[in-house]
């Protein structure tokens, strides 16, 4: 079973405005990524946020993390065409080697 | 640096066949992954590796194997090819800080498998 789960499961907005992305998990972790999927090709890292870090900034991402609600929200600012793709939130996992867990995604189509 | 290159990029197989994934990294990482994405199910880890002669089974391992001989190398065999191991396979290496594998994960570009 998934650790993560993305909302919503696709987002379509205008260049220009923000996207928010949310993403739940089930039981406790030392971080959480996200990570970005252009159409046919491999994850990209985006961000990496630790369980004691409640918002971190990387250029025009902003990532919240409440682990009391276990949840997560991915925040890009001034949207372009570029930044259609899948977004994945990932939560390392105790039962597999501190491996990585990936929810199903979101997918974020930014209309010029 | 070349990062983590999968071959071959497309296959079909018939129904039965084996065959193997070659997943290469050159970043001299200890954790390498394995993971098949279906559509609408995100990335499910098949199986991991977290160094040379250390693997282990993640979320989906039924009809995969994997070895891991070298730091660079983490191939994936699949024994008897059926249909529902149709999906793109994505290998994935990653380092640890202070002995714990708390660090971003690197990717290959995939491999999209048809089994008919």
């Known amino acids: 079973s998934q650790q993560g789960e993305e909302d919503p499961q696709a987002l379509s907005i205008q260049e220009g405005e923000n996207a928010t992305m949310n993403c739940s998990y089930k039981?406790?972790?030392?971080?959480l990524q996200w990570y970005r999927q252009n159409s046919g090709r491999g994850l990209v890292h985006l961000i990496l946020i630790r369980s004691n870090e409640r918002e971190k900034h990387s250029g025009r991402l902003r990532v919240t993390l409440d682990t009391s609600k276990k949840s997560s929200s991915l925040l890009i600012t001034a949207s372009r065409a570029a930044d259609t793709a899948s977004y994945f939130c990932?939560?390392?996992?105790?039962?597999?080697?501190?491996?990585?867990?990936f929810g199903p995604g979101t997918r974020l189509s930014v209309l010029p | 640096n070349a990062g983590v290159t999968q071959t071959p990029k497309f296959q079909v197989l018939k129904t039965g066949q084996s065959m193997t994934l070659q997943c290469a990294q050159d970043m001299n990482h200890e954790y390498m992954s394995w993971y098949r994405q279906d559509p609408g199910m995100g990335l499910r880890l098949i199986h991991y590796?977290?160094?040379?002669?250390?693997?282990d089974q993640g979320e989906v391992p039924n009809g995969y194997n994997v070895s891991r001989s070298t730091t660079e190398d983490f191939p994936l065999r699949l024994l008897s090819a059926a249909p529902s191991q149709t999906s793109v396979y994505f290998c994935?290496?990653?380092?640890?800080?202070?002995?714990?594998?708390?660090?971003?994960?690197?990717f290959g570009q995939g491999t999209r498998l048809t089994v008919v």
């Open positions: 039981t406790s972790i030392n971080n």
């Open positions: 990932a939560t390392d996992s105790v039962n597999y080697g501190q491996n990585f867990v």
């Open positions: 590796s977290v160094g040379a002669g250390i693997t």
């Open positions: 994935a290496s990653s380092y640890s800080i202070r002995g714990a594998m708390n660090t971003e994960a690197f």
